[in-house]
């Protein structure tokens, strides 16, 4: 896929949901790109003068950088979808939105509890589980979100739902959403899953370049 020097640059951060999506997309593309690992608390200048929101994802591509999750998935898929990742229903944008909105926020505040002291964490952990018992539901009927097959809508939320299922997994283990546990489990033992969470020095400027999707 031409030249690796001429590759774009992925700035990521492992455990970030945001960014393992990000690489979850790239993974399917089969796109090439040089990661660049870094640590929140400590995040390097040369990342800081690439990325406009200070926030990972972000993909510096040879004209522009792309510091939205969504975006580098999109970007990466327009490239290559052997999979049909983006052939997806309208209620898949939906579902996206759900996800980056109203669970994103209950899931900050059950997680994060501490940092939002005007919230009830019990009572956000009860709206986001709301919305994953309809998540549910549709899983009753096929193995993705949206049918049989897997789509872009699957890879964007298995990260969030993931991280709120290890806030307490066996509180979640717990709840009447087995669709959603087995969904969550396949996608837990995959072959991507692994690819995509590798562990990787935080970069440094004399490291050499870390080719992810050689």
């Known amino acids: 896929m031409g030249d690796r020097s001429q590759a774009p640059i992925l700035w990521s951060f492992r455990r970030c949901p945001y960014a393992m999506r990000a690489r979850l997309?790239?993974?399917?593309?089969?796109v090439r790109v040089e990661l660049r690992e870094i640590l929140l608390r400590d995040k390097p200048a040369a990342f800081l003068a690439e990325s406009p929101t200070a926030t990972v994802p972000a993909l510096?591509?040879?004209?522009?950088?792309?510091?939205?999750?969504?975006?580098?998935?999109?970007?990466?898929?327009?490239q290559n979808d052997p999979a049909g990742l983006l052939d997806m229903p309208?209620?898949?944008?939906?579902?996206?939105?759900?996800?980056?909105?109203?669970?994103?926020?209950?899931?900050?505040?059950?997680?994060?509890?501490?940092?939002?002291?005007?919230?009830?964490?019990?009572?956000?952990?009860?709206?986001?589980?709301?919305?994953?018992?309809?998540l549910n539901t549709g899983l009753t009927q096929h193995a993705a979100?949206?049918?049989a097959r897997t789509t872009l809508a699957d890879l964007a939320l298995l990260p969030f739902v993931r991280?709120?299922?290890?806030?307490?997994?066996?509180?979640?283990?717990?709840?009447?959403?087995?669709?959603?546990?087995?969904?969550?489990?396949?996608?837990?033992?995959?072959?991507?899953?692994?690819?995509?969470?590798?562990?990787?020095?935080?970069?440094?400027?004399?490291?050499?370049?870390?080719?992810?999707?050689?």
């Open 90 to 134: 309208d209620a898949g944008w939906r579902l996206i939105a759900a996800n980056d909105g109203p669970f994103k926020a209950a899931l900050d505040r059950t997680k994060y509890a501490s940092r939002f002291p005007d919230t009830d964490p019990l009572a956000e952990r009860d709206k986001a589980a709301q919305i994953l018992m309809g």
């Open 163 to 214: 991280q709120f299922a290890q806030i307490d997994r066996a509180w979640f283990d717990a709840q009447p959403w087995p669709a959603l546990i087995r969904w969550l489990d396949a996608f837990l033992s995959s072959d991507g899953f692994s690819a995509i969470m590798a562990k990787h020095p935080p970069w440094t400027p004399d490291q050499a370049p870390l080719w992810f999707c050689t």
């Open 60 to 78: 510096r591509l040879s004209n522009r950088v792309l510091d939205e999750s969504l975006d580098i998935m999109l970007w990466a898929l327009e």
């Open 145 to 147: 979100l949206l049918g």
């Open 25 to 30: 997309a790239i993974r399917a593309a089969g």
